[in-house]
C-alpha cells in the first residue's frame, strides 16, 4: 500500500526556521511534493523533488532522500502569514500517475 | 486570469438528491483530478483523467460518475448523495509527466 507520515502540528516563532519531516511507502515512486493550504483555501505548490538533495525556492527549501523514503521542508525567516498547513505527497505511478496526500501538518507562526 | 476554475463554490442540499460540480482550466494541461478533502483536511484523490480519458478510480461509489468532455473540463455528477458526501470537492489539473498540480478553490459540499 501508500502510506506517509508527517507530524500534525508544529509551532515556531517569527523569524525562527522550522523543518516538517515527511517519510513515505509506495510503490511507483516518481517523486516528493510540498503543498500549502490556508484555512479556507486550496491548495498551493511549493515544490517538487524527483531526484535526490536539496531544491532552494525563496525562503523555502526542499530535501528528499530516495534511499531513506524521506523528505523534508525547511522553512526559514518564519512570517506570520506562513501559518497554514503543509501536505507532503508522493507521485507514483501505477498504471497512471496519481498523487497521494499525507494528513498535513499545522504550522503555527508566534510573534 | 482563472487557471482552474469550478462552480459551485458552495453547494447545500437534502439527502437524496443529485448534484453536479464543474471545472475547467486553461492552463492547456492534459490531465485532470477530482481531491475530496474531509472536515480532517484529509485530501484524497478520487478520479484522474488524462486527455478526456479516465485513468484513475480510487474505489468511489459509483454514485459518482465523472465526466470529461474535452481535456479542459471535467464535471463531477453525484447521485443520491448522503451525509457522508459533505466535504469540499477540489478539481486540479497538471502536465501528466510533470509533479506539479493546479487546484481550483474548492466546492464547499453540505448534505443535510
Known amino acids: 500500500g501508500q502510506s506517509l507520515e508527517q507530524p500534525s502540528e508544529v509551532t515556531a516563532v517569527e523569524g525562527a526556521i522550522v523543518q516538517i519531516n515527511c517519510t513515505y511507502q509506495?510503490?511507483?515512486?516518481?517523486?516528493l511534493s510540498w503543498y500549502q493550504q490556508h484555512d479556507g483555501g486550496a491548495p498551493t505548490f511549493l515544490s517538487y523533488?524527483?531526484?535526490?538533495g536539496l531544491e532552494e525556492t525563496g525562503r523555502f527549501s526542499s530535501f528528499l532522500s530516495r534511499s531513506d523514503s524521506y523528505g523534508y521542508l525547511l522553512l526559514q525567516e518564519l512570517q506570520m502569514k506562513d501559518s497554514a498547513s503543509y501536505f507532503c505527497?508522493?507521485?507514483?505511478?501505477?498504471?497512471?500517475?496519481?498523487?497521494?496526500f499525507g494528513a498535513g501538518t499545522r504550522l503555527f507562526v508566534k510573534a | 486570469d482563472t487557471a482552474v476554475s469550478q462552480t459551485p463554490k458552495y453547494l447545500v442540499t437534502q439527502m437524496g438528491n443529485d448534484k453536479s460540480i464543474k471545472c475547467e482550466q486553461n492552463l492547456g494541461h492534459d490531465t485532470m483530478y477530482w481531491y475530496k478533502q474531509d472536515s480532517k483536511k484529509f485530501l484524497k484523490i478520487m478520479f484522474s483523467y488524462n486527455n478526456k480519458e479516465l485513468i484513475i478510480n480510487e474505489t468511489v461509489p459509483n454514485r459518482f460518475s465523472p465526466k470529461s468532455p474535452d481535456k479542459a473540463h471535467l464535471n463531477l455528477h453525484i447521485n443520491s448523495l448522503e451525509l457522508g458526501d459533505s466535504a469540499v470537492y477540489f478539481c486540479?489539473?497538471?502536465?501528466?509527466?510533470?509533479?506539479?498540480?493546479?487546484f481550483g478553490p474548492g466546492t464547499r459540499l453540505t448534505v443535510l
Open positions: 505527497a508522493v507521485r507514483s505511478y501505477t498504471g497512471g500517475f496519481k498523487t497521494i
Open positions: 523533488n524527483a531526484l535526490d
Open positions: 509506495t510503490s511507483g515512486f516518481y517523486g
Open positions: 486540479a489539473s497538471s502536465q501528466e509527466l510533470a509533479g506539479i498540480e493546479f
